[in-house]
């Protein structure tokens, strides 16, 4: 793709496409493009914006609560976006096929020009079948195409996307992909067009380089899949992400980009340790990290233990001699930590701590999630293995917050927050206006506001209406780095706080501020104490 390359659907020119210094294989060959920076930004800056993402395309979870067309999610909504989501906000089924839903007769119109109206009635004919979002993001894609609504420009750009088919055929995947294509060019009537080779590489290109679509507080809603978007390449240590305005999606940088440097996003958790970093990255998009972070190995505070492992004590080693007897992911790569036979007992712990975690996010009532949750994080604290913010034990956490905060345990919720604010997220997200670290603290912003309105005590002294105002402030400041002046999530931050500075002036007369600014050092103090309530 020559140097300069731009979408049409870009609202600012402020990248170009070109060869990646990054995407390189083990000779250092460069073998792929990447989205460059045409200018110098700061660190929190918008890089560019794009009204929507070419094709979208929920989970089969969020197609029944959520809008196909400017993706607003309407019912069991986390912390998180509930902030800015209209109480009262309902979608309606497509009454041709049934499977989209829409919230306004705006977003149906804006989805049937876009190209609804070629694929309803495929999906009509689809009805009852559990088709996976790759699979109707792809029929998506070869319907707007077939019909003229995706421009050449758009069109090379995705093709010239990696397939991965070699790859696909190297792990033994390749026949479940002609499978899915074959009914993905049936059942979008488009297989007089495209010959199925082409639509099972479209089908490659799809699984191996969408993107996560997200709520603007990181909530995952399903995939999307985008000429401009997916020219980005991963760094564990990226220097950019994207953060979702309703439909528009923006780049921002995390750090300093200057002219002419790769723009690099995550797409992963790069909290994890080297070893599962590593073997995610190549089981879903097929490549070897080489980013700055991987080049330093299993080295970095991520794969810090909390003691050696020749200090494991006796109840753990049996613990892990039985997972190394029958488990066979106890020595798969992604729990590599050493040849050393306590090393291999330290994998098998790791192991069953990932797994616990896994199967917990999978899990959909509370209450089981619940004990899966609590056994991993158990595991980890009375090993003594882990620090509180190696993962899982970090995720576990973030985990048993929103549980707790689901069946109605807040101070416990306020406890884990507390913890979480003070130890787990400098370490984790440095940056004060890293997105995660603002939506985290956002949650704990509402905690403490209800635990202030149910007049809760949490430690003798705490007045949580102080502290709740405080984290307000932090995050209306963070917000306006991490997500933009302009996001609905920053915009419903502000209007919180100026409502509180206007209950706090009808309170305090003129010498609000300055009476809040007496009292909030005090509560510093205490919210610090609250971080050793849990372990
Ligand atoms: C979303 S695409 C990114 C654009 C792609 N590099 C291209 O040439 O069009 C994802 C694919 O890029 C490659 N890739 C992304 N990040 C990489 C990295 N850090 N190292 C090596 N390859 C990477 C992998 O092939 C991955 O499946």
Not at 201 to 215: A, E, H, P, W
Not at 364 to 374: C, D, G, L, N, T
Not at 412 to 435: E, F, G, V
Request: hydrophobic share 35%; glycine share 6%.
């Amino acid at each position: 793709m020559p140097e300069g390359t731009r979408s049409g659907d870009l609202k600012e020119n402020s990248f170009y496409i070109g060869r990646s210094e990054i995407c390189v294989n083990a000779s250092g060959e460069r073998i792929g493009n990447g989205l460059f920076a045409s200018h110098n930004y700061d660190s929190a800056q918008l890089i560019a914006s794009l009204t929507r993402p070419l094709v979208a395309s929920l989970s089969r979870e969020r197609l029944r609560d959520t809008c196909a067309n400017c993706f607003v999610w309407t019912e069991y909504l986390s912390v998180g976006s509930s902030l800015y989501v209209p109480e009262g906000t309902k979608v309606q089924a497509c009454a041709g096929c049934k499977a989209y839903r829409y919230c306004s007769k705006k977003c149906q119109k804006e989805a049937w020009s876009r190209g609804h109206k070629h694929e309803c009635k495929n999906f009509k004919s689809m009805a009852g079948k559990d088709t996976p979002n790759a699979v109707r993001a792809t029929m998506e894609i070869l319907v707007r195409r077939k019909f003229g609504l995706i421009s050449d420009q758009a069109w090379q750009m995705l093709c010239s996307l990696p397939t991965h088919l070699e790859d696909y055929k190297a792990s033994g995947k390749y026949e479940e992909l002609q499978l899915m294509a074959t009914g993905a060019g049936h059942f979008s009537g488009t297989n007089d067009t495209f010959p199925i080779e082409f639509i099972t590489g479209m089908y490659g290109r799809v699984l191996s380089n969408s993107l996560t679509l997200i709520t603007p507080a990181f909530d995952p809603l399903g995939l999307m899949f985008d000429p401009v978007l997916c020219h980005a390449n991963h760094s564990c240590d990226p220097n950019a992400y994207i953060v979702m305005n309703g439909q528009e999606a923006t780049i921002r940088s995390l750090r300093p980009v200057a002219k002419d440097e790769e723009i690099l996003i995550a797409y992963n958790d790069t909290t994890n340790p080297y070893a599962r970093r590593q073997s995610v990255l190549e089981a879903r998009w097929f490549f070897t990290c080489r980013c700055s972070k991987c080049q330093k190995g299993p080295n970095l505070d991520e794969d810090n233990w909390a003691m050696k492992p020749g200090t494991l004590g006796k109840k753990w080693i049996d613990i892990a001699d039985g997972i190394i007897k029958s488990e066979d992911w106890a020595s798969q790569p992604s729990n590599y930590v050493g040849e050393s036979l306590n090393e291999k007992r330290i994998a098998a712990l790791q192991g069953k701590t990932f797994q616990l975690y896994e199967e917990e996010s999978q899990m959909e009532h509370p209450a089981q999630a619940a004990k899966a949750i609590k056994e991993g994080m158990q595991l980890c604290h009375r090993s003594g293995l882990w620090n509180a913010y190696r993962q899982p034990y970090a995720a576990l956490r973030d985990d048993l917050i929103v549980n707790l905060l689901t069946t109605g345990d807040f101070l416990a919720a306020w406890a884990h927050c507390a913890k979480r604010y003070l130890y787990i997220r400098p370490k984790l997200y440095p940056q004060s206006t890293h997105p995660i670290r603002v939506v985290q603290t956002w949650q704990m912003a509402t905690l403490a506001l209800l635990l202030a309105s149910n007049k809760t005590q949490v430690i003798p002294g705490a007045d949580m209406s102080v502290i709740a105002f405080m984290l307000v402030v932090e995050t209306a400041q963070t917000s306006q780095g991490s997500h933009g002046k302009n996001n609905v999530f920053t915009m419903s931050i502000q209007r919180k706080l100026d409502e509180m500075k206007a209950e706090w002036s009808a309170g305090l007369g003129s010498n609000a501020d300055a009476a809040l600014a007496n009292m909030v050092p005090s509560q510093r103090a205490l919210l610090e104490q609250m971080g050793e309530m849990v372990e």
